[in-house]
């Protein structure tokens, strides 16, 4: 079957709620935006790691909702849940081809 433009356009975001053991608790996260995950790597590609990192996190936390600023001003010792929430959108987006 064809797909037309609105069954692609109509895809919904893939949603989960995950432990993040640096903050002892569940988080609800969401898949990345093709746009989003554009940012994400233009970053990487400039070696800037963290900040992409950084930019994902926010980007993905549903619940809470964080931006960028408020990741930032978390203690250092809070960027192992940054890393968790990077592999948990990385398990629910699935493979790459």
């Known amino acids: 079957m064809m797909l037309s433009l609105d069954d692609i356009k109509g895809a919904k975001t893939k949603e989960a709620v995950v432990h993040?053991?640096?903050?002892?608790?569940?988080?609800?996260?969401?898949?990345l935006t093709v746009a989003e995950s554009s940012e994400v790597a233009a970053l990487q590609g400039r070696g800037e790691?963290?900040?992409?990192?950084?930019?994902?996190a926010s980007f993905a936390l549903v619940e809470p909702r964080m931006s960028v600023r408020d990741i930032n001003a978390l203690p250092a010792d809070a960027f192992e849940a940054i890393r968790e929430i990077a592999d948990a959108v990385g398990e629910i987006e699935g493979p790459k081809s």
């Open 49 to 56: 790691h963290a900040a992409a990192l950084v930019r994902l």
């Open 20 to 31: 993040i053991d640096g903050w002892g608790g569940e988080v609800r996260i969401r898949q």
